[in-house]
């Protein structure tokens, strides 16, 4: 899933208005290039070498959003291919051309402008900024399919740790999607102090860079799975790196236990 949201188009094409509405429906952080100049980079100016910096920069912070596992969303004009080159260093983008407008009030700009030749969505004249918003956030935060072929995963999670992360994202990786089903073995024993939205609460932090690529559900506790012939799935075991498999659930409940409380 992208999380770098790049709006770019020619002066006066919107791009702003609709950076305003995208960010809150995607809870993301919103960098317009006329702030990021006034606040950050008043040193540059506007010649080539300048706008490359400033695409850099705008694509940096971007960056570090991102890697915090949130939406990042940068517009300006972003006008050549070395601008978009730049913003691109770190993180690749979800590329928004908003093509609304032919030429701006700025002749200088509209010289050196050079549509973009690959973008994820094009923005023309029809439509509104809560159209097109809702057009990007379909597409940049998907929607969990449950008709789509799914990996299921069944788990007491107690707690959810990095091998199970890894484990998810392998099966992630392999079908698409996944169900976590977490079974509810809460208070049985001191190997069990966790509820279900505790740990669910885990999971979705864990992996919210893929988020709407995974569901997680109550089980009751499932102790014995059965299955007859033919019956329409496989049933595999996922061999992970012998460092994450010695990842132990106890000694993350021990340390969790200082500042929880709860073992």
Known sequence: MTRKILIMGLP???????AGVLAPRLNAVHF???????????????SAADRVEQARRMGWLCDQVVKTGCFAVADFICPTREARTAFEAGESSFIV????????????????????????????????????????????????????????????YQPFH??????????????????????????TDNNNPFDFEY????????LREFEGRFLVVPLPNVTHIFYGRDVGYAV???????????????DVRRRLSVRTGRV
């Open 162 to 187: 990095n091998g199970h992360r890894a484990l998810i994202i392998e099966g992630v990786r392999r079908v698409g999607q996944v169900c976590i089903a977490v079974r509810d073995t809460a208070g």
């Open 236 to 250: 595999e075991r996922i061999d992970l790196d012998l460092s994450l498999q010695a990842i132990s659930a106890s």
């Open 12 to 18: 006066g094409a919107g791009k702003t208005t609709l």
């Open 199 to 206: 740990v669910r609460a885990r999971i979705e932090h864990a």
């Open 32 to 46: 317009n290039a006329d702030d990021v100049r006034r606040e950050i980079n008043k040193d540059l100016g506007f």
């Open 97 to 156: 051309w908003v093509d609304r407008v032919q030429q701006s009030r700025f002749e200088d700009t509209d010289r050196i402008f050079v549509a973009p030749e690959r973008y994820d969505l094009r923005v023309t004249a029809e439509g509104s900024p809560e159209y097109w918003a809702e057009e990007i956030a379909s597409r940049v935060r998907p929607v969990f399919d449950t008709k789509r072929p799914t990996a299921l995963f069944v788990g007491r």
